[in-house]
């Protein structure tokens, strides 16, 4: 079976500077997405980025960026210049390539310090 | 705004009572998903309907049934309430099956008393 792991419950960090998310996981599909989903205080999960395991290449989008380390099964999230629209619970999750469950992991509430 | 709705956005009932939540997918998906958020079992995959058909199932009490239906509308029926479903409930769609990204809907945050 395969889990998604976060290590940090919770983190607090200044405005304007870089955090890293961390996130396990373990399977053992060769096959499979990756994903990061952000849910702010509104509850709406909103998918931040993505990537197929397939590529080694990290995904980036704006200020969002990963280190996907297949061989470790990690893959972290890069918020650079964090601002204060950032803070949210972050959850990282995992699908398999010919399946379409998303397997979530417990999430890491962050908040940006004006 | 994902372009999934779901109805209705809160819910209050009782222990016994029966509920039927509603999603509306996006303009051309044929996949919608249901999940469950609670804070002892987190997020959770219940069911997926892709075009009508069942077809995948989760952590999905025998308590509760989905359906999709031809506008490709989907509902979640939840029977025998208890205090542990209450819960926040959220919708997915996507255009088809084997699709990496699915696009939630606001959710129902459903209250058992």
């Known amino acids: 079976a395969q889990t998604v792991t976060q290590s940090q419950p919770e983190m607090s960090v200044q405005e304007a500077e870089t955090v890293t998310l961390s996130c396990t996981y373990d399977?053992?599909?060769?096959?499979?997405?990756l994903f990061w989903y952000k849910q702010p205080p509104s509850r709406q999960m909103i998918l931040v980025i993505r990537q197929e395991a397939y590529k080694q290449q990290n995904a980036t989008e704006n200020r969002f960026s990963v280190n996907f380390q297949k061989a470790a099964k990690s893959f972290s999230l890069k918020i650079s210049d964090s601002q204060l629209g950032d803070t949210a619970m972050y959850f990282c999750?995992?699908?398999?390539?010919?399946?379409?469950?998303?397997?979530f992991g417990k999430g890491t509430r962050l908040h940006i310090l004006p | 705004d994902s372009g999934v709705t779901q109805t209705p956005k809160h819910l209050i009932t009782a222990t016994g009572q029966r509920v039927t939540l509603r999603c509306s997918p996006r303009?051309?998906?044929?996949?919608v998903y249901w999940y469950q958020q609670s804070l002892d079992q987190g997020l959770q995959f219940l069911i997926q309907?892709?075009?009508?058909?069942?077809?995948a199932k989760g952590n999905i009490l025998e308590r509760f049934s989905a359906q999709q239906f031809p506008d490709l509308h989907s509902e979640l029926n939840l029977s025998s309430l208890e205090l542990g479903d209450s819960a926040l409930y959220f919708c997915a769609s996507s255009s088809g099956p084997h699709t990496d990204t699915q696009y939630f809907g606001p959710g129902t945050r459903l209250t058992v008393l």
């Open positions: 399977t053992s599909e060769n096959n499979y997405y």
């Open positions: 303009s051309g998906d044929l996949s």
């Open positions: 309907y892709y075009n009508g058909e069942e077809r």
């Open positions: 999750a995992f699908m398999r390539w010919r399946d379409d469950k998303i397997i």
